[in-house]
């Protein structure tokens, strides 16, 4: 299907990078929801009310996604698309691993830890920046307007990045979507598939568990990413 396909695109979740020692959000005893309530870490509202609590929550969990590798998966990726087999990758993830595995066309719909912003003014920040002013002061604040600093990730109650825009415009032209590593559970990302669908795109999906999404799919292959991934790479990269 890739080899045939015009203009195939990805779509992947965290369970791309669980290989790279970052759990997954929504495994049911494994990810990170089922041991603590997002709406307390990882809601915008949350954040305003308490981010001595958010930054506590997130400090050591942002330095592991510093030390991150890329794995094969998106080592296979970044060489598909420098093959030509794969135009660009929409993902969920914020971790970056894609951009450090070599992949260029990435569009981040839930945003980068990489980076923060005030929520006042908008100037940026690095997300070191951030956590040294976390080390000194608990709370961040910005030097211009003393406003509260955000890493730039989407949070429960918050719109998804402009990089959505694109990614429909991605769907609108793909005639495969390549979906890796995503429960399809989270909207407005999972309602990507079916429109890929009835634009006419073949969907091949590759994920641990069952997904809303199989019985449309054209393959389902349900298996952790290392083995599918690795086969992949030996298929069309060697």
Not at 34 to 49: D, H, K, L
Not at 190 to 200: D, E, I, N
Request: include cysteine.
């Amino acid at each position: 299907m890739l080899r045939e396909a015009r203009y195939a695109i990805a779509l992947t979740g965290a369970g791309v990078s669980t290989d790279s020692g970052i759990p997954d959000f929504r495994s049911p005893h494994t990810g990170l929801w089922a041991q603590y309530n997002p709406m307390e870490v990882a809601s915008i509202g949350g954040f305003r009310s308490n981010p001595v609590r958010f930054y506590e929550f997130w400090r050591q969990r942002f330095a592991k996604l510093a030390d991150a590798q890329p794995n094969i998966t998106h080592q296979t990726l970044a060489e598909l698309e420098a093959r030509g087999y794969v135009k660009c990758v929409i993902t969920q993830n914020i971790d970056s691993l894609h951009q450090k595995a070599g992949s260029k066309r990435v569009l981040e719909v839930h945003g980068t830890y990489t980076r923060g912003v005030c929520l006042g003014c908008k100037k940026t920040y690095s997300i070191q920046e951030i956590f040294k002013k976390v080390e000194r002061h608990r709370v961040p604040l910005c030097d211009d307007c003393n406003n509260l600093l955000k890493p730039d990730v989407v949070l429960f109650g918050e719109l998804l990045t402009p990089d959505f825009d694109q990614a429909l415009d991605e769907i609108e032209r793909c005639d495969l979507l390549f979906v890796l590593g995503t429960s399809l559970e989270v909207y407005p990302i999972a309602g990507l598939v079916p429109h890929a669908k009835r634009r006419g795109a073949q969907l091949a999906i590759v994920n641990r568990d069952a997904t809303p999404f199989d019985r449309i799919a054209d393959i389902v292959i349900q298996s952790e990413l290392r083995p599918v991934m690795a086969e992949l790479h030996r298929l069309l990269c060697a």
